[in-house]
Antibody
Framework: EVQLLISGGGLVQPGGSLTLSCAASGFTFSSYAMNWVRQAPGKWLEWVSAMSASGSSTYYGDSVKGRFTISRDNSKNTLFLQMDSLRAEDTAVYYC???????????????WGQGTLVTVSS | QSVLTQPPSASGTPGQRVTISCSGSNSNIANTYVHWYQQLPGTAPKLLIYRNDQRPSGVPDRFSGSKSGTSASLAIGGLRSEDEADYYCAAWDDSLMFGGGTKLTVL
């Protein structure tokens, strides 16, 4: 069974930083692209960032480009999202999501973590 | 405002068939697959339909998907109270786009 356990969410002040971690199990982590998807309160889903299976390719949405950094440690089956210069509009539940293949483009998202709330407020 | 347009709400009574639409354009739906996700209240989304009309194992055949041109649809037959959820379509454009979501109410 695929499990994606997220840690690192919480309250942070505007301009601050936070790192999310996603510990994966139940599949061959190094064979699949991984994603971060967020959902602001009462809003729809937004694809935030992605990384290919090997880590050689990344994607960032326009709203987070230059502020967020995705990374992965295939030896530890863990995905990360480093979030800097946080803004109030980054407040959302962040989901760690497994792609259906090693390349995120064109894939679908077949397993989702439980989500963690990130609140940016003073 | 999402690139993929869904009705904000839909409803039906138990046993009914309900259809949720997802409207896009030639740059997304017309040229790629559409996927559907179900988000039960207070939970993470779950893959419901992939590649327009494929069901992952464990998804009942009451759920079906279709696509034609720049639009796609999710149909739910034999509606049950546990189907009450938000439903999102998704398709690739320059990036992955999600629809705005449809809240399904079972009356």
């Amino acid at each position: 069974e695929v499990q994606l356990l997220i840690s690192g969410g919480g309250l942070v002040q505007p301009g601050g930083s936070l790192t999310l971690s996603c510990a994966a199990s139940g599949f061959t982590f190094s064979s699949y692209a991984m994603n971060w998807v967020r959902q602001a309160p009462g809003k729809w889903l937004e694809w935030v960032s992605a990384m290919s299976a090997s880590g050689s390719s990344t994607y960032y949405g326009d709203s987070v480009k230059g502020r967020f950094t995705i990374s992965r440690d295939n030896s530890k089956n863990t995905l990360f999202l480093q979030m800097d210069s946080l803004r109030a509009e980054d407040t959302a539940v962040y989901y760690c999501v497994k792609a259906s293949s090693g390349w995120y483009r064109g894939s679908w998202f077949d397993s989702w973590g439980q989500g963690t709330l990130v609140t940016v407020s003073s | 405002q999402s690139v993929l347009t869904q009705p904000p709400s839909a409803s039906g009574t138990p046993g009914q068939r309900v259809t949720i639409s997802c409207s896009g354009s030639n740059s997304n739906i017309a040229n790629t697959y559409v996927h559907w996700y179900q988000q039960l209240p207070g939970t993470a989304p779950k893959l419901l339909i992939y590649r327009n009309d494929q069901r992952p194992s464990g998804v009942p055949d009451r759920f079906s998907g279709s696509k034609s041109g720049t639009s796609a649809s999710l149909a739910i037959g034999g509606l049950r109270s546990e189907d009450e959820a938000d439903y999102y379509c998704a398709a690739w454009d320059d990036s992955l786009m999600f629809g705005g979501g449809t809240k399904l109410t079972v009356l």
